[in-house]
């Protein structure tokens, strides 16, 4: 299985800030690599796919890099709203497989 | 609107099984790849597999082989999801998820982009 892993698992920041967030793969998933959002109580939501592609609706302030194993999420002036838990996912193979998620909270 | 709309929360005594069912609206069922990804609290997301509504074909997370099985009815554009065999540890919020692709940079790639509400199942004794 490929393994998905995050870093940092949670952060602090406050709005306006920018913010990375770094995904690896445990081995090459070319750019077979998605990033979702995660509210309390709420389902997860797409933000980006194959590693770059925004997503309709998502704000241009996030914004998706990376291929093969290393991987980044930045969100360019963090808002209220974009306080939540952020996951990536390979889609590269089966079974499909997600980080372990990075919290961000407010500072 | 594109909608996935799941049944309600179960509670289960371990070696019981569970059936959730995903109603989809707002989008053409019959030919989609419906996905189930489970999240067991304060747990990352888990998939468990995926059907193909078209033609039925299915592809299990070999944790979950043997005690999975995802079905579909077409004429009622409902997914659904079966485990078997429950212990404690199934204790997680159930969604479904449909995939979408992008193949227009001559590549395929494939990514989850509507989600039900989720089932919490809870399997205690």
């Known amino acids: 299985d490929i393994q998905m892993t995050q870093s940092p698992s949670s952060l602090s920041a406050s709005v306006g800030d920018r913010v990375t967030i770094i995904c690896r793969a445990s081995q090459s998933i070319n750019s077979y690599l998605n990033w979702y959002q995660q509210k309390p109580g709420e389902a997860p939501k797409l933000l980006i796919y194959a590693a770059s592609s925004l997503q309709g609706g998502v704000p241009s302030r996030f914004s998706g890099s990376g291929s093969g194993t290393d991987f980044t999420l930045t969100i360019s002036s963090l808002q209220p709203e974009d306080f939540a838990t952020y996951y990536c996912q390979q889609s590269y193979g089966t079974p499909l497989t997600f980080g372990g998620g990075t919290k961000v909270e407010v500072k | 609107q594109v909608q996935l709309v799941q049944s309600g929360a179960e509670v289960k005594k371990p ?51 043997g005690r999975v099985t995802i079905t579909r009815e077409a004429t009622a554009s409902t997914a659904y999801m079966e485990l078997s065999g429950l212990r404690s540890e199934d204790t997680a919020v159930y969604y479904c998820v449909r995939q979408d692709s992008d193949c227009s940079g001559g590549s395929c790639y494939y990514y989850m982009d509507v989600w039900g509400n989720g089932t919490t199942v809870t399997v205690s004794s």
């Not at chain 2, 030919?31 to 074909?57: C, D, F, K, Y």
């Open chain 2, 15 to 65: 070696g019981a099984s569970v059936k959730v069912s995903c109603k989809a609206s707002g989008f053409s069922f019959s030919s989609s790849v419906m996905h189930w990804v489970r999240q067991a609290p304060g747990q990352r997301l888990e998939w468990m597999g995926w059907i193909n509504t078209g033609n039925g074909n299915t592809k299990y997370s070999q944790k979950f082989q």
